[in-house]
């Protein structure tokens, strides 16, 4: 539970990265209407702290590249990359519905739902106060939306990247199967990689570590998580050099 005692947020910028699974809810597909607005109350919030917010979305709540078994691995890939934009427009909605400025930013074009990822463009709608969504992941196959965080997050110099999951932190192996799992309040990108831990994929930790982007993992499931992050609380697992 968060409990107020900063007056002041410890980030400015922060790129959010959810999964497409995290707005489904327990349905497990679609949408949780329930969860867009939670999303959206929390994402006004820090905004209004000052917080400047990017978000990138995954897309597994509707479809994921790797599920297209016998299929080319591309087109596959790029089937996932329009469930993002979906679920960036889903989001976008439920936020301009309670009078939040967004823009949806999209790796692959289509103009007529979303402007073309812009790096100058996206950094000055931040500036504005509006918030960005990251849709299409990278724009190419083979690459997950892990890897869009991290690299938007180098290319908008984000202080740190929030990963907000179904599960509340980085555990030495997974506390679903093993109920002697050990939480990690503290861990290097290396100590990630070399673990084979799969909070993020490979290449996401190894462009964090080369950038020294710090990855911020916590539970999505708890109320004000994500304003407790931004506000220094003491949350799930941090990720940074040794």
Same mark, same amino acid.
């Given at each position: 539970m968060y409990v107020e005692n900063r007056k002041s947020p410890i980030?400015? /910028?922060?790129?959010? &990265?959810?999964?497409?699974?995290?707005? #489904? %809810?327990?349905?497990?597909?679609?949408?949780?209407?329930?969860?867009?607005?939670?999303?959206?109350?929390?994402?006004?919030?820090?905004?209004?702290?000052?917080?400047?917010?990017?978000?990138?979305v995954g897309g597994g709540n509707i479809w994921r590249g790797r599920n297209g078994i016998g299929m080319d691995r591309s087109t596959a890939d790029y089937m996932g990359m329009l469930a993002t934009v979906i679920n960036a427009l889903a989001l976008q909605d439920a936020l301009e519905n309670k009078g939040m400025q967004t823009r949806v930013q999209s790796a692959i074009e289509m103009r007529q739902v979303a402007e073309p990822y812009i790096r100058r463009r996206?950094? /000055?709608?931040?500036? &504005?106060?509006?918030?960005?969504?990251? #849709? %299409?992941?990278t724009g190419n196959p083979f690459f997950s939306t892990d890897t869009t965080a991290a690299l938007r997050a180098a290319?908008?110099?984000?202080?740190?990247?929030?990963?907000?999951?179904?599960?509340?932190?980085?555990?030495?192996?997974?506390?679903?199967?093993?109920?002697?799992?050990?939480?990690?309040?503290?861990?290097?990108?290396?100590?990630?990689?070399?673990?084979g831990l799969?909070?993020?994929?490979?290449?996401?930790?190894?462009?964090?570590?080369?950038?020294?982007?710090?990855i911020q993992v916590?539970?999505?499931?708890?109320q004000q998580n994500i304003k407790a992050a931004v506000m220094g609380e003491k949350l799930g697992t941090i990720i940074k050099e040794e």
């Amino acid at each position: 539970m968060y409990v107020e005692n900063r007056k002041s947020p410890i980030y400015k /910028r922060v790129v959010l &990265k959810l999964s497409g699974e995290a707005l #489904a %809810g327990e349905q497990g597909h679609g949408f949780d209407y329930t969860i867009l607005n939670k999303l959206a109350d929390e994402l006004i919030e820090i905004n209004e702290l000052g917080v400047q917010a990017a978000i990138v979305v995954g897309g597994g709540n509707i479809w994921r590249g790797r599920n297209g078994i016998g299929m080319d691995r591309s087109t596959a890939d790029y089937m996932g990359m329009l469930a993002t934009v979906i679920n960036a427009l889903a989001l976008q909605d439920a936020l301009e519905n309670k009078g939040m400025q967004t823009r949806v930013q999209s790796a692959i074009e289509m103009r007529q739902v979303a402007e073309p990822y812009i790096r100058r463009r996206a950094i /000055r709608h931040l500036e &504005k106060n509006r918030v960005v969504i990251f #849709a %299409g992941g990278t724009g190419n196959p083979f690459f997950s939306t892990d890897t869009t965080a991290a690299l938007r997050a180098a290319e908008i110099e984000a202080e740190v990247i929030l990963l907000a999951k179904n599960i509340d932190a980085v555990y030495d192996d997974d506390p679903r199967i093993n109920p002697n799992a050990k939480k990690l309040d503290n861990i290097s990108y290396i100590d990630v990689i070399n673990q084979g831990l799969t909070v993020m994929d490979t290449t996401a930790v190894t462009l964090c570590m080369e950038n020294r982007i710090p990855i911020q993992v916590f539970g999505l499931s708890k109320q004000q998580n994500i304003k407790a992050a931004v506000m220094g609380e003491k949350l799930g697992t941090i990720i940074k050099e040794e």
